[in-house]
T-cell receptor, first 118, second 112 residues
Framework: GAVVSQHPSWVICKSGTSVKIECRSL??????MFWYRQFPKQSLMLMAT?????????EQGVEKDKFLINHASLTLSTLTVTSAHPEDSSFYIC??????????????FGPGTRLTVT | AQSVSQHNHHVILSEAASLELGCNYS??????LFWYVQYPGQHLQLLLK??????LVKGIKGFEAEFIKSKFSFNLRKPSVQWSDTAEYFC??????????FGTGTKLQVIP
C-alpha cells in the first residue's frame, strides 16, 4: 500500500513552454502533498506544500507564479512549471501524507520526474 | 527552524563491514526522525522512523538507528553491509509544522 505515482517520469521541453507534472496517491487519500526539487548530488529541497482545496504554501525563494500548484482532489496534485528555462532543469519529486495517518508524519514519495529544458 | 546535518558525504565499505552513518538535527521541540534510502535509479523509500518510545529503532533490511536526545543524533547502523546496500541515504526530521527537512545525504558504496 501507500503508493505515489508521478507522470511523466521524464520530459524534455523547449525554453519558454510550460510543463505539467502530476502526482497521484494511488491507494490512499492525501490532504497534503509536498513538492521537492533535487539537484545533482544535493539533497531534496522543499518547494511547496500542497493542500487539497486551498492554496499551496510556498517556501521562501520559490516563485509562486512560476511553479503553479493545484491540489484539486484528495489523490491528485499537479505542478506546472511555467515559461520554463534551462535553469529549471531538475528532478522534481512529490510526496503525500496519508490523511488518516494521525500523528504519523510519514510521507510516501513518488518516483520523481526528470525535467530537461532545452 | 529545523535543520539536519549528515557528516559523511561518501562512504566506501567492503562487504560484511559494519556501517554507521551520522545524523544530527536541531529543533527545539518534539521531533520525528526518519532515514530514507534511494537506490540507483529508484525513488526514495523509508528505511525506518522514530516517533516516540524505544530510542532504538529497527527498520527494514537489517538497519537500525538510535535516537540520542542529549546529542540530538539519530545515527543509522547496520552490522554487516551487502553490495545491495549501495545507495544514497538521507536523514530527515519533521518538527511541529510537519515539513520534512532532509540532510544532504550520504552516498554509500559497498565493494564486493
Amino acid at each position: 500500500g501507500a503508493v505515489v505515482s508521478q507522470h511523466p517520469s521524464w520530459v524534455i521541453c523547449k525554453s519558454g513552454t510550460s510543463v505539467k507534472i502530476e502526482c497521484r496517491s494511488l491507494d490512499f487519500q492525501a490532504t497534503t502533498m509536498f513538492w521537492y526539487r533535487q539537484f545533482p548530488k544535493q539533497s531534496l529541497m522543499l518547494m511547496a506544500t500542497s493542500n487539497e482545496g486551498s492554496k499551496a504554501t510556498y517556501e521562501q525563494g520559490v516563485e509562486k507564479d512560476k511553479f503553479l500548484i493545484n491540489h484539486a482532489s484528495l489523490t491528485l496534485s499537479t505542478l506546472t512549471v511555467t515559461s520554463a528555462h534551462p535553469e529549471d532543469s531538475s528532478f522534481y519529486i512529490c510526496s503525500a501524507r496519508d490523511q488518516w495517518g494521525g500523528i504519523s508524519y510519514e510521507q510516501y514519495f513518488g518516483p520523481g520526474t526528470r525535467l530537461t529544458v532545452t | 527552524a529545523q535543520s539536519v546535518s549528515q557528516h559523511n558525504h561518501h562512504v566506501i565499505l567492503s562487504e560484511a563491514a559494519s556501517l554507521e552513518l551520522g545524523c544530527n538535527y536541531s529543533y527545539g521541540g518534539t521531533v520525528n526522525l526518519f532515514w530514507y534510502v534511494q537506490y540507483p535509479g529508484q525513488h526514495l523509500q523509508l528505511l525506518l522512523k522514530y516517533f516516540s518510545g524505544d530510542p532504538l529503532v529497527k527498520g527494514i533490511k537489517g538497519f537500525e538507528a538510535e535516537f540520542i536526545k542529549s546529542k540530538f543524533s539519530f545515527n543509522l547502523r547496520k552490522p554487516s553491509v551487502q553490495w545491495s546496500d549501495t545507495a544514497e541515504y538521507f536523514c530527515a526530521v519533521t518538527g511541529g509544522y510537519q515539513k520534512v527537512t532532509f540532510g544532504t545525504g550520504t552516498k554509500l558504496q559497498v565493494i564486493p
